[in-house]
C-alpha cells in the first residue's frame, strides 16, 4: 500500500484526488486544504482521508510515502524541495518551477536523496499524443515543414501567473515529447489589456534544429475553446485537436511533391530546378482507445515509485519545459528579442 | 454603355468577364490572353468579345471606356499606368503595385487625368465583411482588445510573389475598412521551405494607435481551408468566418468585466483595484443577404466612372494596403524587425 | 438523514449511487449487486456502504427511507411493489414498468401507502430541455407543425428489450413534457435484424390533439452518436442537439408567412386564397447554464420525500410513457397497425 | 454538332443552357420562354441563341436534333411526346412523368423511332455517388442491414406537387442505382400543414428483396438543408452527406460481429446461439475528384445521341423512379396502407 498526501484542492487537486483513491493499492491518506468550503467537500467524498490545513503535517509524517503538489506555480518549488527533503516521492503539477534553477535543484535533490520526481505534464499520457507521435516517427508524413498549436478559451484571468505560464506548458511537453529535440531559439510578442505585466495573450516562435519551426498562440480571451494543434509535413498533414470527442486526430494525406528536373532539361522556366506539385488524397481519422490521461500518469507515478525506475516526465522533462517557458517570458519582457537557448 | 477591356485571363480574369458580361449598360469588349488553351475558351463563352494578344491593343482602342487588369502582381504598375496615360478609367486586382512608389504615381496620375482608379479589394464589398462593421460601429462589442486572422490553405506554392503578398492583402484591407486606422508598426516572421527567398508561410504583427493588436497567420501549406478572422471585444466577441456556408458571423455575448472596488474597502486582496468576472451569454448568428462580392465590386466600378465619384477602394486604398505589405515583407527579410510606418 | 438503498450497480446504478453520496443530508446506505466485479468497485468507492446481494435485504431494512432502482426494465414491477409494500418511497429507473397495468398497480399502492413514487425520467430535469419548453411556451414559434426526434448511436444490442424501449421512454417523456398532450394515435415500424422479436431500429408516428405530429427514429444500429429533437413551428424553428458541447439548443428565426388575398382580388392564381412565403431570419443560440439532470433529479426525489409533494415525473408521469411505449409495440407486432389510444 | 433546344428556363433550365452551352461540338439552338424578365437574361447570356415563346417552335424546327425539357413535371409527358414524335432525343427533367403509364408510352414511342430518350436523374453522375456504390459493390461493407435518407431544407412550397414528387425522385433514382433492386412493397405517412391535398413533410418506408430496408423523409420545412443518406452494413456503415464540402462520404470500420458458438458449448447463455459484439475502428473520408454532375450528364446525353447507345438514365430508369413515386403517393392517400410492387 502507498500512502499519498495531496497539497492543494482547488483547480486540479479534485481529479488528482479521485484519481489517486480508485487505484487499487493507493491510500489517499491525507489533504492539505486551507478554504473551509473545500474542506467540506473534502469530508463529504473523502471520509477516510485526513484532512490537515499545513503542508507540514504531510510532509511530516511518516506513513505518508508520497506527495502529490497542486498548488499555485510559485509555491511548487517551495513545497516540492519541502518533501524531497522530508523522504517523500514527489509528483508536481505543471509546471515544476517558476525558474529552471528551482529545477535544478529539485532534480539535484532528488537524485541525492534517491526518490522519484515527476512532473504532471498529463498530456504525454494522452493516447491521442501517443497516436499522433506514432504517425510521426512511422515517417508516414515526410519531413516535419512546421507545427502550429493553439489553446484558446475565456478562462480564468489570473493574477498571479500570464496566460503564458498558465497554459503553453502542455503545449511545450508536447512538442519536446513528439520532436524529441530542444529548440535552439524562441522569441515572443505578449499583449497585456488588464494588467501591464501580465500577458493575457501570446504569440511565441520556437525555432528547432533541423529548421522546424513551431508558433505557438495562447489567450484566455477568447470566445471559442480551441486546443489544436496542427503538423505540417512534406508528405502528409496532422490536424490534433484535443477538444474533438470522435475526431481528435485527423491524418490528411495531402503533401507537396518536388518534382526533379531531368538533366538537359532547355526550356526556361520560372519555378527553378524543380517543380512543386500539390497532392490531396484521403482523409483518416484513426480509432483512439481512450483511457483518461490523468489516471495513466498517476498509475504510471505509483508504478516508477514501486520500481525505481525514472519517470517519463521526470524532473528532466519538466526542466526542459521550464526553460523554454522561461526564453519565451524573457523574450516577452524584452520587446519579442530572439533568445538563445 | 461602357466598354470593358480585360487584361488577363489566368485565375481571376474569368470571373471578371463574367461579372463585367452580366451587367446591364457593359459590353466586354476585349479580352487581352496569351495562352492558346485559353483563348479557345474565351471564343467559346463570349463569342461577341474581340481577342487580343498585346495589351497595347487593349489600351490603344478608342472604343474602350475601361481596362480592368488581372495579370501577376509584378506586372500591376506598368500595365495601369499605361491604361491610364492612354485615358482609360482602370480597375487593378488587389495588391494594386508592388512598391508604394508605384502606387502613388498611380494616383498622381489618375488625378490628373482625371480617371477612375479603383483596387479590387473585393471583400470590402462582402455582406459578412459589412455587417461585422455594423456590428463594430454600434459600439455593441465595446472596445476592440485585438483580432487575429488566419488564412490557410494548401493552395498553389507561387513563384513569383510570397504567401504575404499572395494572401495578406484581403485581411489588411478588411482590417483598414474595419479599424478605419492605420498601423504604428510591424513586425513578422515568415517560414521559407522550398525556395530561401519565397515565404510559405508568415505571421504578422500589426500594432494600431488606441493599443488594438492585429495577428496574422497566412499560409498555402495548410490541410484545412480557412478564413478565420476573430475579433475580441471587452463587450462581445465576434468571429468571422468566410468558409462556412450558413454562420458566417457568430457574435458571442461574453466578455470581460471589470467590477471596480469599493471605496473603503480594506481586505487584502491579490487582484489589485478591481476584479475581472467572465460573462458567458447567448451566440447570434446574424441572417446575412447575401450578393456576391464581386458583382458588387463591378457594379460600383462601372457607377463611379458614370457618376464621376470616388471609389471606395480607390487608389489610396490600395497605396494604404501597399504600404503595410511593403513594411510587413522589410521585417521578414530583417529578421522579424519592428517597422514603424 | 435520509437513508438510500440502491438497488442495480450495472449501467446506471453507478451514476445514482455517485450523485446521491454527493447530497447533503443523504446517505447511501446499502447496495444490493450480485456480480463479483461490480462489488469489489462498490467496496472501494463507497467503503461506508453496506453491499447484499438480495433485495429483501435492502427492503426489509429498517433503516433505510427510499429505494433507488436501476435493474433490467422487466424486473422494476416487482422489486418496486416489493419496496412501496415494505414502506420505501421508490425511484425506478425509466420505463417505470414494462405494462400499463403494472404502472397503474405501483401508482395504487404508491397513493395506499402514502409513499413517493417517481420514475427517472431524466430530461426532464436536463437544462436545455427546461429552456426548450420556454420558448415553446411562450408562443415566439408560433404553433407547432411537426417535431421530429432521432436516437441513434452504434451501442449495445440488448438481448432482453427493444431499442425501442430502450432508447425512447427519453423521447416520448421529453415530447409529453415540452406538449403537456397525450397523442390519440400511434403507428410503428420496426427493423429486426439479428433477432426476429427483437426490433433494432424503430419508426414510430405520433399524433397528437390540435394536430401535432410527431416521427421518432430510434437505433442502436448507427455510424453516429445523435440524439437531436427539431420542433418546426409557422414563425420560428428550433434544434435541441444534446449531444452538442455548445449549442443544445439552436433557434431559427424562419417560418412560413401566409399572406391573406385581399378581398376583390381578381386575376387567376394557383395558389389559392392565399400565399406562402418563406422568412429567414437570424439564429440564436442561448446560453444554457447547465446543472447535472441526473443530480437534479435526485435532489428532486428528496425534496418530494421531505415535503411529501408529489414529484414532477410521478406515477402518472410513468404510466403515461408506458402506455404510449405499449402502444407503439403493439402497432410493432401487428405490421404498422394505427393504435388507438 | 448537335442542336439543342431547351424547353424551359425557370428553376433548372439555366443550368441545363449553361452546361450545353459550353460543350464543345454542341450549339444551343433555341430556348421557349414565355416569362419576359427570363426572356431578357437570356438574350443577355445567349446572345446567339434562339428565343421562342411555343415549344412547337422548337419540336417543329428541322436544325434541332434533340429537346432538354426543364418544366413542370405535369408537362412532361406532353412535351416529351410531342418531342420524340417529332423525332428529337429527349432529355426530360426529374421525374420523367406524373404516372407510369406515361413514362411507359414515351418508352415505346422512343423505342419505335429510334430516339435516344433519357431522364435527368443528376444524382446518378455525381461522383460521391459513384464512390458510395464502388465501396457498396466491393462487398467492404458486408450485408446491407439498412438505409436512411433525409432531404430536408425551408424550402419553396410548390403549389403543382406535393414535397414527395419534388424531392423524393433524387432519393430513390440514388438508391435503384445503389442496390440495383426494386422494391416489394412501399408505405408512407404525409403530414400537409397548408394544403390538405399537398404533403409538406414525407416518411416512406421501402422494402427491397433480400431484406433491406429504407426509410425517406423529405420535408421542405426544415430548418437546417440537410441532403444525407446512412447505409449501415454489417461490417461498415456509411455517410453520404451531400452538403459538406469536404466529406461528402464518411465510411465507418463499425459493425457487429455476430460469434457463433463453439458446438457442444453447455453453458447457459440469453444471447441465444450466438454473442453480437460491437466492433469499433478508423474512419476514412475518401478524396473524391469533383466533376459537376450536370456536366457530365449533358456529356452523357450527348454521347449516347452520337454514338446510338442506351443512357444510364434512359426511360426505363425513369419510369422505376415513377412507379415507386407513384405507389408511395398511393399509400400517402390512402393512411399509410402497404403497397406491393
Request: proline share 4%.
Amino acid at each position: 500500500m502507498i500512502n499519498i498526501g495531496l497539497i492543494g484542492f482547488g483547480y486540479w487537486g479534485p481529479n488528482l484526488a479521485k484519481n489517486f483513491s480508485q487505484i487499487n493499492g493507493v491510500f489517499l491518506h491525507s489533504i492539505c486544504e486551507m478554504k473551509k468550503e473545500k474542506a467540506e467537500r473534502i469530508k463529504e467524498q473523502y471520509p477516510l482521508t485526513r484532512l490537515v490545513t499545513n503542508f507540514k503535517e504531510i510532509n511530516k509524517n511518516k506513513e505518508i510515502d508520497a506527495v502529490a503538489i497542486a498548488t499555485p506555480p510559485a509555491t511548487h518549488f517551495k513545497l516540492a524541495k519541502d518533501a524531497l527533503l522530508s523522504g517523500k516521492h514527489v509528483l508536481v503539477e505543471k509546471p515544476l518551477t517558476t525558474t529552471s534553477r528551482q529545477a535544478e535543484e529539485l532534480i539535484k535533490i532528488a537524485q541525492q536523496e534517491k526518490l522519484t520526481l515527476m512532473v504532471g505534464h498529463t498530456f504525454e499520457y494522452n493516447d491521442a499524443v501517443l497516436k499522433l507521435k506514432e504517425h510521426i516517427k512511422s515517417g508516414e508524413i515526410g519531413d516535419i515543414l512546421y507545427i502550429y498549436s493553439q489553446r484558446l478559451n475565456l478562462g480564468i484571468l489570473r493574477q498571479d501567473i500570464n496566460a503564458w505560464w498558465n497554459l503553453a506548458p502542455h503545449d511545450i511537453s508536447i512538442l519536446l515529447f513528439l520532436l524529441e529535440k530542444f529548440p535552439l531559439r524562441v522569441s515572443a510578442k505578449g499583449l497585456t489589456f488588464f494588467n501591464n505585466s501580465i500577458e493575457d495573450v501570446v504569440f511565441a516562435h520556437l525555432d528547432f534544429d533541423g529548421s522546424i519551426s513551431v508558433h505557438i498562440h495562447v489567450s484566455w480571451l477568447d470566445p471559442n475553446k480551441i486546443r489544436k494543434m496542427v503538423v505540417v509535413g512534406t508528405k502528409k498533414m496532422i490536424i490534433y485537436d484535443d477538444v474533438s470527442n470522435d475526431a481528435k486526430l485527423q491524418i490528411f494525406d495531402k503533401g507537396i511533391v518536388k518534382l526533379d528536373r531531368p538533366s538537359g532539361n532547355s526550356y526556361p522556366d520560372s519555378f527553378g530546378e524543380y517543380q512543386l506539385v500539390i497532392r490531396s488524397g484521403n482523409l483518416l481519422v484513426p480509432q483512439i482507445s481512450f483511457t483518461e490521461p490523468l489516471r495513466k500518469e498517476c498509475m504510471h507515478f505509483i508504478r516508477c515509485i514501486r520500481d525505481k525506475k525514472k519517470p517519463l516526465t521526470d524532473g528532466e522533462s519538466g526542466l526542459r519545459v521550464v526553460r523554454i517557458l522561461e526564453a519565451v517570458d524573457r523574450s516577452l519582457k524584452n520587446g519579442g528579442k530572439s533568445i538563445k537557448l
